[in-house]
């Protein structure tokens, strides 16, 4: 087997980079490092631990327009859209430095005078991350910054997709004076590496967002250690308009939430269930909006979607669009592809589907891509059986301006994050994550920093 990774541009096809893909020895190697190098990481004190995190986000964003090309290059997404995404991924950082300094334990009352206990924080021990390909910086400083900040040692294994930009983050760590040992990277098989973490006896917390299937495979597999995981899994966004929305917002929110990363987001918004009195309005104002944006090459000025990743998930997306047509779906807009298999680029233009139902395969299936099926309710409640009706439940958005309308699908809807006339919910001091099959933990805000700490209580006795 080979021992690089290619890396391609998915917007041409052309070949960025060859990099080397970690034996299993260096693995190896990487693993015993990060542990051995816990104990001192974990009680070098808080501040310190701070004062470090925020050096590396100073130094992120003195990179900003390096890392963003490179992130454009090897991701497909609009130059915006990465410039974007190197900022997100700072605000992590800058986050979990603050959190460094707020780990808290606690003093319980004791039932005797002779008696003291004790509740304290300590860091779990060596943290295992591997990352997807949809968000490269992200996705690895939202598990590196509130790793780190707890006190653990951390190792990642980045997409191969999109190896660049994560390495050279963490290159970008060593500069800003995180020890070596403390942050490390490995590239490879996603299989051949996930194993080797989840069998490790020096990793103690295995970190991971992907896809359900492989999620649940690292889940069973971190069983025979017991080691903890938080899992960041598929979704599969329900997208609410009621009768009384703003319409006008609502479209404009969908086009944002549903052709981010030309729809690569596990919280696109995939399913659009749109009251039957104002379905007409909302999907004119919808196809008039989403018209509008520019399909091409990221690196190109006002670009809005770029390709998507690689030919498998473009054959999934024309299928479901198959199946949607076959099934009776009408094609409002879109419907169309630029594509090149010889050059292995493939981009699909925003696509707008109406009359959608149930049987279709896009009801059930996670879309991955700029296609947006739109589908009707009358009564509340059936819009919040459609909605729920998945095994998934990351995040879901509705629209409304009657507060009991909002109230009620809040408190209804099976789904960790929830925007109300909000399609961009995410941000570092919010606890991102999903119910059901979408996830297991937290992260960001002050959530996603317990996942890095063990609980240890002590009780001192005969006072
Ligand atoms: P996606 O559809 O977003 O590529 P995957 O779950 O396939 O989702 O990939 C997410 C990350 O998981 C990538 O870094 C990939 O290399 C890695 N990966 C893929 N298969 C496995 C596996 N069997 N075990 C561990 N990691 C894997």
């Given at each position: 087997?080979?021992?690089t ?99 808290y ?15 304290s924080?300590?860091?779990?021990g ?25 006190g653990c ?18 290159e ?27 069998d ?16 649940k ?29 703003d319409?006008?917002l ?40 989403a ?7 990221g ?18 997306i ?16 879109g ?29 059930h ?18 819009a ?14 509705f ?27 995410s ?37």
């Amino acid at each position: 087997m080979a021992n690089t990774i290619t890396v391609k541009n998915p917007a041409t096809g052309e070949v960025i980079k060859e990099i080397k893909k970690f034996s299993q020895e260096e693995v190896e190697t990487a693993l015993r490092k990060g542990f051995d190098y816990f104990p001192k990481w974990a009680k070098t004190n808080a501040h310190k631990r701070s004062e470090l995190l925020n050096n590396w986000a100073v130094k992120v964003r003195e990179n900003k327009a390096e890392l963003a090309k490179m992130m454009t290059m090897e991701n497909g997404k609009p130059l915006k859209e990465s410039y974007g995404e190197v900022e997100y991924a700072a605000s992590y950082i800058d986050w979990y430095a603050e959190e460094a300094k707020r780990i808290y334990g606690r003093m319980i009352p004791a039932n005797t005078e002779t008696k003291r206990i004790i509740i304290s924080k300590q860091p779990v021990g060596l943290v295992a991350a591997i990352t997807p390909w949809n968000f490269p910086a992200a996705m690895m400083t939202r598990k590196a910054a509130p790793a780190l900040a707890a006190g653990c040692t951390f190792i990642v294994k980045p997409a191969s997709e999109t190896p660049l930009t994560g390495i050279r983050m963490i290159e970008l760590a060593h500069e800003a004076g995180i020890p070596k040992d403390a942050i490390q990277y490995v590239t490879g098989s996603g299989k051949e590496i996930g194993d080797l973490f989840t069998d490790s006896k020096y990793v103690r917390k295995i970190t991971f967002t992907g896809s359900t299937s492989v999620g649940k495979q690292l889940i069973k597999n971190s069983a025979n250690t017991v080691k903890h995981v938080t899992m960041e899994l598929g979704g599969h966004a329900p997208l609410i308009v009621a009768k009384d929305a703003d319409v006008e917002l609502a479209a404009k929110e969908t086009v944002t939430t549903k052709f981010r990363n030309a729809g690569q987001t596990c919280v696109c918004a995939n399913r659009v269930i749109v009251h039957e009195d104002i379905v007409d309005e909302f999907a004119e104002k919808f196809v008039q909006f989403a018209k509008q944006l520019k399909i091409g090459n990221g690196l190109d000025k006002g670009v809005d979607i770029g390709p998507i990743i690689n030919k498998s998930s473009y054959e999934k997306i024309v299928d479901q669009i198959t199946d949607a047509k076959k099934k009776g779906a009408d094609v409002l807009l879109g419907d169309q592809f630029d594509t090149d298999e010889e050059k292995d680029y493939y981009f699909v233009h925003p696509t707008i589907l109406n009359n959608v139902n149930e049987d279709m395969d896009i009801m059930h299936e996670e879309t991955f891509g700029p296609v947006a099926p739109i589908t009707v309710f009358k009564e509340l409640d059936e819009a919040v059986k459609l909605a729920n009706n998945s095994p998934y439940g990351l995040a879901a958005y509705f629209f409304t301006n009657d507060y009991r309308t909002g109230i009620y699908l809040h408190e209804h809807l099976e789904y960790g994050i929830i925007g109300w006339n909000d399609g961009g919910p995410s941000a570092a001091h919010a606890p991102f994550g999903g119910m059901k099959e979408s996830g297991l933990g937290r992260e960001g805000g002050l959530e996603g920093i317990e996942p890095y700490l063990e609980t240890k209580y002590l009780s001192i006795g005969n006072l």
